[in-house]
């Protein structure tokens, strides 16, 4: 992508997920980033997310529950996502390759990426629900 202005905030944005592991909402991101940028607009941190997930900058992960959440990680890493509070935690990478050349005969198609997610529940859903 050519002809795409600089933008501090978009920086602030990038920098912002880079610096956290919770997996943030774009609101949670919005919150931070004003405490910098009060003028920005929700729709301004919804677009520079976008941009930078299309850039390959941040990652964005698409939620069957609630709002959708980024990842400022981009080295290969798995997911575990609690199915009753929503939260996301990092784990280390599958050799997800392995899967990857086993699916890939079946696909009529060339995969270009693979992610691997577990769901369940966090150790407070757990403990909350065994009580």
């Not at 912002?16 to 774009?26: E, F, Q, W, Y």
């Not at 005969?105 to 065994?130: A, P, Q, T």
Request: proline share 5%.
């Amino acid at each position: 992508m050519t002809g795409i202005k600089h933008s501090r905030q978009r920086d602030a944005i990038r920098d912002n997920l880079r610096s956290r592991s919770d997996h943030p909402t774009a609101e949670m991101v919005f919150t931070d980033i004003r405490i910098r940028y009060p003028r920005i607009s929700l729709g301004t941190v919804y677009r520079n997310l976008g941009l930078l997930t299309e850039l390959g900058e941040i990652r964005h992960l698409p939620s069957e529950m609630g709002a959708d959440r980024y990842d400022g990680r981009l080295e290969p890493h798995s997911h575990f996502i609690c199915r009753q509070c929503g939260g996301i935690q990092d784990l280390p990478p599958v050799k997800a390759e392995i899967l990857r050349d086993s699916i890939g005969e079946l696909v009529d198609g060339v995969i270009e990426e693979s992610r691997v997610v577990f769901s369940g529940l966090c150790s407070v859903c757990f403990r909350e629900g065994s009580e």
